[in-house]
C-alpha cells in the first residue's frame, strides 16, 4: 500500500542567509511511503496501520528544531525518520521551500529511501 501525506506546512529557520537563519520561513513537505497494509486492511484497525499521525508529529518536531541550512539536509534527515519506522518498506520525503526565490513556485529538494527489514 502506497500512503501520501501532502503540504505538511511548517515555519522553520532554514536557509544559508543572514534574514533566514533569523527568521522563521514556510516550508512544506511531502511524504509517501510503502508498507504491508494487508492486516490493516483486513481488520480495519488504527493499530494494525502505520500512524500517519503520529509520523507527522515527528516531522514537525525534527524540522522546527534542526534549523538546517540545505533542503537536502532537512529531506535526508525527515527520510531518515520514515526509516526508522519497521513498518515502512520505502518512500520519498519532498521538501519545498515557496520563498527561496522571487518568482517561481518553490525550490524542492526529494529524498527517496528504501528499507532493508
Do not use: W
Amino acid at each position: 500500500m502506497r500512503m501520501c501525506v501532502k503540504g505538511i506546512e511548517i515555519q522553520a529557520v532554514i536557509g544559508t542567509l543572514h534574514h533566514e537563519r533569523n527568521s522563521h520561513q514556510k516550508i512544506l513537505i511531502d511524504i509517501e511511503f510503502e508498507y504491508d497494509a494487508k492486516t490493516a486492511s483486513d481488520s480495519d484497525r488504527l493499530e494494525d496501520a502505520v500512524d500517519y499521525s503520529a509520523i507527522v508529529e515527528d516531522i514537525i518536531r525534527n524540522a522546527k528544531e534542526s534549523k538546517c541550512l540545505l533542503l537536502e539536509t532537512l529531506a535526508e534527515r525527515t527520510a531518515g525518520l520514515l526509516r526508522k519506522n519497521p513498518d515502512i518498506k520505502s518512500g520519498k520525503v519532498t521538501v519545498k521551500k515557496p520563498s527561496a526565490i522571487k518568482n517561481i513556485e518553490f525550490v524542492s529538494a526529494e529524498a527517496n529511501f528504501q528499507n532493508c527489514n
